[in-house]
Structures are given as structure tokens and as C-alpha cells.
Antibody, heavy 119, light 107 residues
Framework: QVQLQESGPGLVKPSQTLSLTCAVSGDSITTESSYWSWIRQPAGKGLEWIGRISSRGRTYYNPSFKSRLTISSDTSNNQFSLQLASVTVADTALYFC???????????WGQGILVTVSS | DIQMTQSPPFLSASVGDTVTITCRASQTISGFLNWYQQKLGKAPKLLIYAASSLQSGVPSRFSGSGSDTDFTLTITGLQPEDFATYYCQQSYSTLRTFGQGTKVDIK
């Protein structure tokens, strides 16, 4: 069973870049047809899919974030990362990393990490 | 984007009740619909995948149905641990989207 663990700073200043890493165990991020996503949830609100990277390194971003988002993978360490530039207080949220296996497949989730944007 | 609309947004119920949550997609998603339960501050927990398949380990009081654009989650005989927020999610489109959630609380 795959396990995912988010890590990164819990506090980021406005206008800076939010950087998070998801360490994966129990599976390789290069497993064929696997997709590795970031999802966030502001306090008291719903879930928002941010973007993903495939096992082949192809990315797909939610257009809402496209201009300031980078998702990358590190196959040597079996992890993938999120960088969200020019953050504002509206980017304060619980951030989850997750895996799915393509169309029809549900997400398997990390436990989440709270990131606060504040000066 | 495929918009997912859940109703109702809030639901008050008693232990033992049967509750139904609906989820409507803005375009057909075939049967590529998943249901999750979320408790405060925790990761969502998968209940139902592919519209009607019960995830291993999930109690049989949870059931899902539907196809194309209209889906339902039914909890038959609500238990105290079921008071939570429920989300639908489509896995048809590369741009994954979620419903807004349905909070089930105690009447």
C-alpha cells in the first residue's frame, strides 16, 4: 500500500514561493500509469485539485494556478514537489499530496500539511 | 472544467436514519465518480469508487449509485462515527474536480 508524507515550511510570507515535498513509500513514482497530485483545502472550505505529474514526468496544471505553479519529481528519492509562486493569504490551506492510477481511479492521500501565508 | 454540484450542502440527521446525498456533473462522466468522507483536519477517506464499488474495509451501510451525470451516496442506518463531511470527485477528466461537500451533523 502506498504511503505519502508531505513536508515543508508551515509559514510562508506573502509574495514568496511556497515549496512542499511529498515523500512516497510502498510504490515507485515511476510505476507505469501512476499520477501524483497536489490538492488543497482552505479552512472551512472544499477540496481543490492543483495539478499533477505523471510517472513519465508529464505535468498537468489546474488553469487557476498555471502561471505560478511548478510540479516536479525526484525519482532518485522517490518524491515529488510543489512550488507555488507569489503567494497571498488566499493560499493559506491544508495541502495534500495524493496518488491515482488514471481514469476511474480514486485518490490515495497523504495526511496533509497546513501552510499559512502571513507576514 | 467539469463542475460537480452536491446537494444538500448541510444535512441534519439522527442515528439510525437513512440519508442520501446527490452529486451532479456538468457533463457526462460515465461512472468515473468517487465518494469520500472527511473529518476535521484529516485526509479524506475513500468510501465508494467507480460510482458504486465499496472500498475494502468500508461498512456496507454505505452505497453508491448512478451514471453519466447523476449520482447518489446513501448511508443506511447512520452511526455516530458517520457524522462528517462527504465529497464527490470525478476522475473522468484530467482536471480533477470535487463537489462542494455535504456536512452531515447530528439533529
Amino acid at each position: 500500500q502506498v504511503q505519502l508524507q508531505e513536508s515543508g515550511p508551515g509559514l510562508v510570507k506573502p509574495s514568496q514561493t511556497l515549496s512542499l515535498t511529498c515523500a512516497v513509500s510502498g510504490d515507485s513514482i515511476t510505476t507505469e500509469s501512476s499520477y501524483w497530485s497536489w490538492i488543497r483545502q482552505p479552512a472551512g472550505k472544499g477540496l481543490e485539485w492543483i495539478g499533477r505529474i505523471s510517472s513519465r514526468g508529464r505535468t498537468y496544471y489546474n488553469p487557476s494556478f498555471k502561471s505560478r505553479l511548478t510540479i516536479s519529481s525526484d525519482t532518485s528519492n522517490n518524491q515529488f514537489s510543489l512550488q507555488l509562486a507569489s503567494v497571498t493569504v488566499a493560499d493559506t490551506a491544508l495541502y495534500f499530496c495524493a496518488r491515482d492510477m488514471g481514469v476511474s481511479s480514486p485518490f490515495e492521500w497523504g495526511q496533509g500539511i497546513l501552510v499559512t501565508v502571513s507576514s | 472544467d467539469i463542475q460537480m454540484t452536491q446537494s444538500p450542502p448541510f444535512l441534519s440527521a439522527s442515528v439510525g436514519d437513512t440519508v442520501t446525498i446527490t452529486c451532479r456533473a456538468s457533463q457526462t462522466i460515465s461512472g468515473f465518480l468517487n465518494w469520500y468522507q472527511q473529518k476535521l483536519g484529516k485526509a479524506p477517506k475513500l468510501l465508494i469508487y467507480a460510482a458504486s464499488s465499496l472500498q475494502s474495509g468500508v461498512p456496507s451501510r454505505f452505497s453508491g449509485s448512478g451514471s453519466d451525470t447523476d449520482f447518489t451516496l446513501t448511508i443506511t442506518g447512520l452511526q455516530p462515527e458517520d457524522f462528517a463531511t462527504y465529497y464527490c470527485q470525478q476522475s473522468y477528466s484530467t482536471l480533477r474536480t470535487f463537489g462542494q461537500g455535504t456536512k452531515v451533523d447530528i439533529k
